[in-house]
């Protein structure tokens, strides 16, 4: 299977690479990524010179460029975005752009060049938030931030191919994802490094809002199996099963530091802060897939990672990143 991955540089898509290059003999992939803040050549060193893999330097809205690496491709799975929410607030012009015009001109060169497969990597955000209960892939879109809200005009436009032109498209919306080589704004890899120097950890509001946490792994075996098995049309959502308050982890990471709970300080809560977001997943259980990997493990092993890796992760947290955390939590930087 030829393959093209977009933002495969990022944190999922990085571990998808990997994820398909170890499980798959007869892949090839196409990693076509523009290497934004977010985007780290580093996260696939490992990779790299394996002959099933090459890196195109790129933006999903270059439709020149865009065409010509999907010439012949069997499949795309378009990971690339700008992801972060409090990035959305101050910022939404790079989500639209990417998020929206991007996956519109990934979706008119597979429709062109007659490309087999799309899948669309979406998020349980274009939902928006719920109090009891869970989504399914039926519920309406209802998205808070401009984040979500590019993602949600994304699927959107997904679906409409489908269903205009016939376009062979899927969609996955998993809900947060934590492991290794993520980026340390979200909360998972800031909280751990942050807390690994003593430096204190910015809980928004109360602490009391909910995530459903999945592995990274358990992502990529979703999708994996969403690509080979799903049918076009269809949305498929992705879940951990593993409902857990903000200020839970940020204890628990706490914890296994052996740091104590003084570093822990309450900040302004985001604007339109979803409270709650939970999957029901049957849809994709039924074609086989669960998640593997317990919470409690899941976070353990993370925490191990960003100990043992601080070259990884020491660097990226200067430069750009500074003048974010600058930005972003005013005098707590
Ligand atoms: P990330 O921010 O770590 O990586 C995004 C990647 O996309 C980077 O490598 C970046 O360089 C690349 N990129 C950005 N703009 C681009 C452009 N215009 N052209 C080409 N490449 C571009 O993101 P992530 O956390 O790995 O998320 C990957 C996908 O999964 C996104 O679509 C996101 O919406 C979705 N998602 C993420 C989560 C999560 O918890 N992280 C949960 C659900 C869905
Ligand atoms: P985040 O990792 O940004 O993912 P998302 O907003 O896409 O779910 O945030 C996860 C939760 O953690 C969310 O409820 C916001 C909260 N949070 C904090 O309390 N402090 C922080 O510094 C960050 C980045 C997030």
């Not at 409409?160 to 934590?178: D, E, K, Q």
Request: glycine residues 10%.
């Amino acid at each position: 299977m030829r393959l093209v991955v977009t933002g495969g540089a990022g944190f999922i898509g990085s571990n998808f690479v990997r994820y398909m290059l170890g499980r798959h003999d007869d892949v090839e992939i196409v990693n076509l990524d523009k290497l934004t803040y977010a985007g780290n050549l580093e996260n696939l060193r490992d990779v790299e010179d394996d002959p099933r893999y090459t890196f195109v330097r790129g933006d999903i809205c270059d439709a020149a460029l865009v065409g010509e690496t999907l010439r012949g491709a069997d499949a795309v799975v378009n990971f690339a975005a700008e992801t972060h929410v409090d990035r959305s607030i101050s910022g939404p012009q790079d989500f639209i752009s990417t998020d929206v015009l991007g996956t519109h001109t990934l979706l008119e060169a597979v429709r062109q060049l007659e490309i087999p497969r799309y899948l669309q990597i979406s998020t349980d955000e274009v939902y928006g938030s719920i109090d009891e209960g869970a989504f399914t892939e039926e519920s309406d879109l209802d998205p808070s931030s401009p984040y979500s809200a590019s993602k949600a005009g994304a699927d959107l436009l997904v679906l409409a191919y489908h269903r205009t032109f016939g376009t062979p498209v899927l969609i996955t919306r998993s809900s947060n994802n934590y492991g290794p080589y993520q980026y340390p704004e979200k909360i998972v890899p800031l909280f751990i490094t942050n807390a690994i120097d003593d430096r204190h950890l910015p809980v928004y509001g109360d602490g009391l809002n909910v995530r459903d946490w999945l592995y990274v792994e358990d992502n990529c075996a979703g999708i994996d199996l969403v690509l080979r098995e799903g049918v076009p049309g269809e949305v498929y959502n992705i879940g951990g099963g593993n409902e857990v308050q903000n200020l839970t982890i940020t204890h628990r990471i706490l914890e296994l530091l052996g740091k104590g709970d003084e570093l822990i300080r309450y900040v302004a809560d985001r604007p339109g802060h979803d409270r709650r977001y939970a999957l029901d997943c049957s849809k994709l259980r039924a074609l086989g897939w669960r998640p593997d990997v317990p919470f409690d493990a899941g976070l353990t092993r993370t925490v191990q990672w960003y100990v043992e890796n601080p070259e990884w992760w020491r660097p990226i947290k200067s430069g750009e990143w500074r003048s974010y955390y600058a930005r972003q939590y005013g005098e707590l930087a």
